[in-house]
């Protein structure tokens, strides 16, 4: 089974207008971290935002926001007020095991590509 | 303070030839970690090391590593095949999250 599943392969989205990208995750691990990361065509990996398993409030950062719901194992990120600079590919992505810990390696999804029309 | 450094950023190698892909962090970090990137695949692990003198047990087939430093992870494909032409990232986590700390990539094509 898929740890990171992305389902939605593209997004289209109007600028100015707010948007949700998918991410759900499978992982039996009591700590964790999941995060979003951004990669433009120029194909640099740009860390976006993160949400650890034990944060009760959903994380912000900017115009992004992670809808973090436990229950059901979803870290949606959501862009408000979508810039034709945020044209890219988005990657979710888990961490297992508790922060701090001195290692890791991500599991990520597929990515999912959205597009930002004037 | 680069950061993590990779070079080259594009090579294209024939198949059966050899070549290192070079990774060079300046943070101090001890794990360091090799990514492949392929379309419509995401990010997959290929490997990490620990620290100076460590790498995990298992090494994927077709590729070699070494970690003699703490700074330098080189990726070396022994024996190259049209399988591994993929983007290929370097990354090392950063606390306190261990978010990976990406370097640019290596576009390799294998003919």
């Known amino acids: 089974a898929q740890k990171i599943t992305q389902t939605q392969p593209g997004m289209f989205v109007q600028e100015k207008e707010a948007v949700t990208l998918d991410c759900t995750y499978d992982?039996?691990?009591?700590?964790?971290?999941l995060f979003w990361y951004k990669q433009p065509s120029s194909g640099e990996m740009i860390f976006l935002i993160y949400q650890g398993s034990y944060d009760e409030q959903n994380a912000t950062e900017g115009r992004y926001s992670l809808n973090f719901q436990k229950a059901r194992k979803s870290a949606n990120l959501v862009i408000s007020a979508s810039q034709l600079g945020d044209s890219a590919m988005y990657f979710c992505?888990?961490?297992?095991?508790?922060?701090?810990?001195?290692?890791?390696?991500?599991?990520f999804g597929k990515g999912t590509m959205l597009l930002v029309s004037p | 303070n680069a950061g993590v450094t990779q070079t080259p950023k594009f090579h294209i190698l024939k198949t059966g030839q050899s070549m290192t892909l070079q990774c060079a962090q300046d943070m101090n970090h001890g794990y360091m970690s090799w990514y492949r990137q392929d379309p419509g695949m995401g990010l997959r692990l290929i490997y990490y090391?620990?620290?100076?003198?460590?790498t995990d047990k298992e090494v994927p087939n077709g590729y070699n590593v070494s970690r003699l430093n703490t700074e330098d992870f080189p990726l070396r494909l022994v024996s190259a095949a049209p399988s591994q032409t993929s983007v290929y990232l370097c990354?090392?986590?950063?606390?306190?999250?261990?978010?990976?700390?990406f370097g640019p990539g290596t576009r390799l094509t294998v003919l």
């Open positions: 992505a888990m961490r297992e095991g508790p922060e701090n810990s001195g290692y890791s390696t991500l599991t």
């Open positions: 992982t039996s691990d009591q700590s964790y971290g």
């Open positions: 090391s620990a620290a100076a003198g460590t």
């Open positions: 990354a090392n986590p950063t606390n306190p999250y261990n978010e990976q700390f």
